[in-house]
């Protein structure tokens, strides 16, 4: 039986530790605890942080794990850093295990930026009501911005500094496209901003927004750490993790 840590709560994590479970393997998933009622992956759960680096190396050499799976949301670049420093440091093997980003296709009207600030400075531009969901901790990002509207949808609500002319909707995807058309439609929404998370669940707002015709502030991914694999899906991490033995 080897252990592996997954670290993240997502629905990739979810899956992997999923199927590891049932094939007898140890498997521990380290949520960082910002949603208030997570959905629990299978097998043994850690909730909280490792205190940086050099925590994270002596979790993994205390707790014997053989290889780290960091199945974090593309934009938890912190964690992922981390996660690349303990592996080389302990040796243990890493993998990333990354969704794919959204795909461009035609009648899109996005307009890529590399970071938060960057789309607040870009938004004024292109619309007075906004529909934000980049995550109910990147709302700080925006609150300076006080002619502009914003709808900010999350799971949890989001802590100040707000903008000032700001509400939230509390909800979590999978949506619909039916259902993001009437949402933009209702509350009149010139401008939608996101990040490049990937994933089904919440892509049908850009196919809303692309038969709307509105256009897109959409926050880039930061790179993943030189150096470490990546994989697109769960098959992929559990062909690496079978050739470890």
Not at 220 to 242: C, H, N, Y
């Amino acid at each position: 039986m080897r252990h592996v840590l997954v670290l993240g709560g997502t629905t990739e994590g979810r899956a992997l530790a999923a199927g590891l479970v049932p094939a007898g393997h140890r498997v521990t998933s380290s949520l960082a605890g910002r949603v208030a009622r997570p959905g629990l992956p299978a097998g043994e759960v850690r909730i909280g942080g490792f205190g940086g680096p050099a925590g994270l190396a002596d979790w993994l050499r205390a707790e014997d794990v053989d290889a780290v799976v960091d199945a974090t949301h593309p934009f938890a670049a912190g964690i992922s850093r981390n996660a690349a420093l303990a592996a080389a440091d302990t040796g243990v093997p890493l993998l990333v295990l990354r969704r794919p980003g959204f795909t461009r296709v035609d009648g899109d009207r996005w307009l890529p930026v590399p970071s938060l600030a960057a789309a607040a400075d870009l938004l004024p531009r292109h619309g007075e009501r906004v529909f934000l969901t980049t995550g109910r901790q990147s709302v700080a990002a925006f609150a300076h911005l006080d002619r502009v509207h914003f709808v900010a949808r999350s799971v949890d609500p989001p802590e100040p500094p707000l903008p000032p002319s700001f509400e939230v909707l509390l909800d979590r995807g999978p949506f619909t496209v039916e259902g993001e058309e009437a949402l933009l439609r209702r509350h009149r929404i010139d401008v939608v901003v996101t990040k490049d998370s990937g994933g089904a669940a919440t892509a049908a707002k850009l196919t809303a927004a692309r038969e709307l015709r509105l256009p897109v502030i959409i926050v880039e991914r930061p790179p993943v750490p030189e150096g470490v694999p990546v994989v697109p899906d769960v098959p992929g991490a559990l062909r690496w993790l079978e050739q470890l033995r």
